[in-house]
């Protein structure tokens, strides 16, 4: 069964533009997706419809077999977005606070959030920055933090729109390191990037959208070389005819 179904789905803006038309799209549990496209090309307005951020203007999304939008508890418990400003997505004082902002907010005994808290920290790697304060962060601890914010609400899918934006080469391989240990341990991920080097060696697919439709869709090796046919850069060492490396293995 397919995690996450997108039938016939179209969005129109509020001056009736249309941002999206006709996507379909079918992600199987534990894939790692790449979505790439130029600037406009519709890739956050299809992510915000994958947790009811956004409300079709035709078609449906489901998640696990339910339609977002007859559940949209359930769709944000079990998709969770990271933004590329994590700045926007930390609320607390502290690093402990703002993971633990969610499952209080769902109500959960203040045991089980401190237990998902303390379990969730371990996971980013923030164990030993959980008393202080998010402004004092690096980039790429914030973007971890960001992480950390989506996992204590237990997940099944983390989609990431352009999480490497405004990182240093350290921050950008601290959340390519928690991206893979979490498709290890069984997530589905779905990530949008410009920079389609970072994701090589993790990705099994890529998704090339365009003017708000799916243009290309297949192995993520297979469509790297066709990738600046439609606004994207191409990894040098594809353009070398070479191989290109991972950048965790460096």
């Known amino acids: ?23 379909n799209l079918a992600i199987k549990p534990a894939e790692f997706v790449v979505v790439a496209g130029a600037n406009g090309s519709g890739k956050s307005t299809l992510f915000k419809h994958l947790n009811g951020l956004l409300i079709p203007s035709e078609g449906e999304v489901l998640i696990d077999g339910i339609a977002v939008e007859d559940d949209f508890k359930r769709a944000r418990k079990m998709v969770g977005m990271i933004f590329q400003d994590a700045d926007s997505q930390i609320v607390g004082e502290t690093v402990y ?30 164990s030993h920055l959980k008393d202080v304060a998010p402004h004092l962060l690096s980039g790429g601890e914030k973007r971890r933090l960001a992480i950390a914010g989506v996992l204590t609400m237990i997940p099944k899918i983390l989609v990431f729109d352009e999480p490497f934006s405004n990182l240093d080469y350290p921050g950008i391989r601290q959340v390519l ?30 998704i090339l959208m365009q003017a708000g439709t799916i243009v290309k869709d297949g192995s993520f090796e297979d469509l790297l070389p066709s990738v600046e046919n439609f606004g994207i850069r191409m990894p040098e060492a594809t353009r070398l005819g070479m191989k290109v490396q991972p950048w965790l293995t460096r």
């Open 1 to 23: 069964m397919n995690i996450i179904e997108v039938r016939n789905l179209s969005h129109r803006a509020t001056d009736s533009k249309l941002i999206l038309a006709n996507i």
């Open 97 to 126: 606070d703002d993971a633990a902002f969610g499952p209080e907010n769902l109500g959960l005994p203040s045991d089980e959030v401190q237990q998902l808290v303390t379990q969730t920290l371990e996971v980013v790697g923030l």
């Open 177 to 206: 390191a928690q991206m893979a240990a979490l498709h290890r341990g069984g997530h589905t991920i779905i990530v949008s990037t410009h920079n389609l080097e970072t994701v090589t060696g993790l990705a099994d697919r890529l």
